[in-house]
């Protein structure tokens, strides 16, 4: 499988208009949650509010702050949870944001795109 790499932005819930870019983000489906470098966090205000446990393929067990902040692509924005990624912790946009920007990936055309209608139960 080839891997897909795209720009993020990021904010503090508190200051959306003081982004920052983040290029060479890995898009991860099978990730739940998005990795951000803790450092840019700190720098951008974002404060942890729980720490998280987390299993690697090899069986390990990491613990890792985690809080909320906007994401941006495509066009798109979120509040979303993110993870405080220590150094050696890979950089990924998890599933959770994109379903959060309903966005999809386009692996022929190596883009994040719409994902289309939001599904929505309606009363009878």
């Not at 067990?61 to 949870?81: K, N, Q």
């Amino acid at each position: 499988m080839r891997i897909f790499r795209t720009t993020l932005s990021l904010a503090a819930l508190g200051t959306p208009d003081e982004r920052r870019d983040l290029v060479d983000v890995m898009v991860d489906t099978g990730s739940e949650y998005n990795w951000i470098p803790s450092t840019l966090l700190h720098e951008l205000g974002v404060s942890p509010v729980r720490i998280d446990r987390f299993e690697t393929a090899d069986g390990r067990v990491l613990e890792r702050e985690v809080g909320f902040a906007l994401l941006y692509a495509a066009d798109r924005s979120t509040a979303t949870v993110v993870v405080f990624a220590r150094k050696g912790d890979m950089v990924l946009l998890g599933a959770i944001g994109l379903e959060g920007m309903n966005l999809q990936v386009d692996l022929v055309r190596r883009a994040l795109i719409s994902a289309g209608p939001v599904p929505v139960a309606v009363a009878a």
